[in-house]
């Protein structure tokens, strides 16, 4: 069976499209920059400072150039192009001038009502050149035309049965409105005006446009790669983005990683800048995609005060979840424990007791013993004198990790902890090493030394019968 | 969970053993050329798990009916002999291995009971005690209900005396004898009332507290079920055992588990069931241990269970164990309480080692094959 995704997908692919490009020059008030739907790139510049930008419209075309770049955050492009000129055209669509924008003032739309280009690529040039006050550009413009061949759907290379493809506009559609809808609890930052009025080849040629425009300049970030899928599984399913994936990411991907990527894509915005930030990573990120806003924005504080590498956020977010569980209480309460907003410098909330430190929270989930006093007490000493120097945030990913370990495991835990006091009070030479079974489950321990001669052989064996003698080594291989 | 689907093999001939599974599941087959239909039925589900146990497939077993235990490395192993009849379960307890076990699990009825009588008459002939038990893959008497099966290998046993292969010795008892042990959290023990078993079948019940049974053992019988069917069968003089396993740490499991004790072994008038110690051929005990992969299964399954958040740490064979001391302590309870209703009960532990056994037992058998023989000497004791 002919897979007319598959046809559609190759025709884009296989650059026909460009036929369909024309080379013009576009004013560059005609260019709607507050739709960001086909927007891949994970740049800081947001619709605010797209707003912001937009006003520099209005600035006095008197003033220099030099002046406005010196507060633009796309300053160094701005400076290219000002210097050499632009290299790469941006590529727009032509769009239905009468088309209504979603949420956006009255005053403006009448701005905005100028406006007949879209953008696919090349968002950052265009708000550069607006930046310092061009009038206008070339641009390569798509100017779609549903009668032309390319991308028109052959009826009789449908198979009867390829009811996904007959459903395909109305999928799209339909889509559209569940994103709308989901507008509303912040999941969607991307603005999407035009839409609406596009059929669903202009829109998936559009699309991967804009995809492949980034993809093959640049490795993709993850949640640019997130934001691409969700652009194409308005029209392709997960298979075709998997199959489709090399020529339209620049690298292979199998279905597992679309459909996390798009889950990842779903996820609160929170966590997208938390990826951005390379604070989480994917794999932890998609392990928070069950839990209610409350549960995320917790782990979103957590994350944004410490850095840890990806298994350590993974164990860092197992551990929470399986402490709340364990002691039947809210992952909330896990994470806004004290000892924890004692670690990270605490604004978690606003309810946060003043009078409680580490040293109650320590006794409040752990019966001291005397000898993991010692243990305990240099770490709160350890905590009170780092939150004094303001430690660092890898240092409190590593404290947050080992509180939560001992929490979740409090039992090996101390015994762990005993071992370590124990050793120390052994008084081992530096180059004679004693290692405990994993998790004390086995009965085997381990010396480690290194000798260089026979006589230096002699000399560790002899320390080593000293050390045998030692009551204490008794008491740990007990 | 009740059977809602039955398959069967096309190439099956109907039988006594298929038409009374036939009748007793009171569904139409749908016959099959291939096992791929009815793992493809099962996988198609959003849970395969429960689908599995709603599936009842009547096929053939195409490998060895009778197998050795495979245990696991670094820790002792009982010897076990499986006889393997069936797998999978219609209960549906969280922490059940049996659902990372099969790709897809589904309800296996085995048929061909002639296969099954001709391998054991190969095990009874050669001189030589074999524990032997249906409830590694499936639980023995879930099939009670749908299949004359575990009547049929009572007699199997009983009769084992009287096999040409076998030397009946002055007494009229046996040397080594075999028992058949059926290993259950039912209570369907109706069929076995009235046969002639020769107490060479030892009728063993898996035993939680009330609390793990209500949060973790859906759709098992309750523990006073259990008791109460155990002293049945004691009534009608069978062996009995029973298993502790796994062994749940929670707050305040080490008094629950002293209450269920108590209730084997206390009479009527303290709320007990009064079974007697001699009637028991021996207890094994084993704290919770299970594969990594289980654990995504229970969270998925089982939201509600804690069961997979204990304070479990990898073992030597690579599957999560409770920390040592952990399991140690709560060792030391149980064996103090059994033994202070039957001092001379066999107590023995499923897959430990020998720190666990001298800390807890106070020994440990520590030649290859020693647990074996010390449960081939309780069967020589109780079963003959």
Known sequence: MVNIQTVMLKEIISGEIRQKTNIKRV??????????????????????????????????????????????????????????????????????????????????????????????????????????????????????????????????????DDKYLRSINSNVWSKDKHIASNDSDNRVRRTDNHVDSMDVETYACCAILAITDNAFQRPLTVMEQARSVLLLKRFLCVEDIASASYAIFNSSMNQSVVNMLGDLAQMDESVHELIEQERIAMGPALKLKSFNTDEINAFVTLFSKIRTGLNKQKEIITHIIEIAAREDISICDVIKSDDIREIIGDDIDDNKNDNTNWQDAVQDYKAVDDTSKSADEKRKKSINENSKKGIDENRKGNLVRALLFQRRYPNLAKAKDNFAINLRNLKLKNDVRLDPPVDFEGRDYTFTFKVSSVEEMAKKVELLSEIGKNPLLAQILS | MKIETLFMDSHIKPCEETDYIIEKTGLKPEYVKDSKVVYDYVNASDDPVSKGKQTLYITENHGAVIKQCPGTSHYTCCDYTILHTGTFCTMDCSYCILQAYFHPPVLQYFTGQEKIFSALDGLFAQNKTFRVGTGEFTDSLIWEKISNLPAKLVKKFAEQQSSKFRMPVQSGSMINPSVLELKTKTVNIDSLKDIDHNRKTVIAWSLNTPSIIKSEEKNTASLGARLKAAKKCEQWGYRLAFHFDPLVIYDGCESDYKEVIRSIFADASSGGFGILPESIVWISLGTFRFMPPLKQIIEKRFSHSKIAYGEFITGLDNKMRYFKPLRIALYQEIVSSIRQYAPDLLVYFCMEDREVWEKSLGFFPEKEGELGQMLDKSVLKRCC
Do not use: W
């Open chain 1, 27 to 160: 004013s560059l008030d005609e260019i709607d920059l507050s739709d960001e739907t086909f927007k891949i790139s994970s740049d800081n510049i947001s619709c605010h400072n797209t707003s912001s930008n937009n006003n520099l419209n209005s600035v006095n075309t008197s003033f220099s150039h030099d002046a406005i770049l010196a507060d633009n955050p796309l300053s160094s492009l701005a400076s290219s192009i000002n210097s050499i000129g632009l290299i790469n055209l941006p590529v727009l669509i032509k769009i239905n001038s009468n088309f209504h924008h979603k949420g956006q003032s009255s005053s403006c739309n009448k701005a905005q009502n100028r406006s007949t280009f879209q953008i696919i690529c090349g968002f950052r040039r265009v708000q550069a050149m607006k930046s310092i006050c061009m009038a206008d550009t070339l641009a390569m413009v798509l100017e779609y035309d549903k009668s032309h061949a390319v991308l028109e759907h052959d009826e009789s290379r449908i198979e009867p």
